[in-house]
């Protein structure tokens, strides 16, 4: 991710923060289940502790963008242990979509072509670390 990217990144994460998490939480999941309706078998806990525990893993990476030698070892870990709820490295791009779906829709009139470019590097920095991890942990 370019500088410029990473400041994008984080200058938004401020604004979808001050969105009510339930709203965030709803509006990904339900595109998310909409996209693969398979994925509703991977939850065994309530979507409301989902919602909070997608903000805070985002939050978590976000915010150390500019230190990516600390997000890396934790979003290994995240990724092994999705292993065992069976995410499958295709699961991501599902993800991946409901994700960047979910941003341009609750930033609105804030979401233009530059974002989703920053946005879908920064997801695809998260995916490619997971996957790479996902098959290591098999």
Known sequence: MTPRQIQLVKNSWKL???INPQLVGDVFYSR???EMPAAKHMFKTPLTQQY?????MLHA?????DRLDEVTADVRQLAIRHVAYGVK?????????ALL????QTLGKDWNDELHDAWQSCYTLLSDTMIAATGEAE
């Not at 490295?89 to 979509?97: A, I």
Request: aromatic content about 14%; hydrophobic content about 50%; overall charge positive.
């Open 16 to 18: 979808v923060r001050e």
């Open 32 to 34: 998310l289940f909409l």
């Open 52 to 56: 909070a525990k997608l903000l805070d």
């Open 61 to 65: 990476v976000v915010t150390r963008l």
């Open 89 to 97: 490295p295709v699961h991501y791009q599902y993800v991946g979509n």
């Open 101 to 104: 779906w979910t941003l341009s």
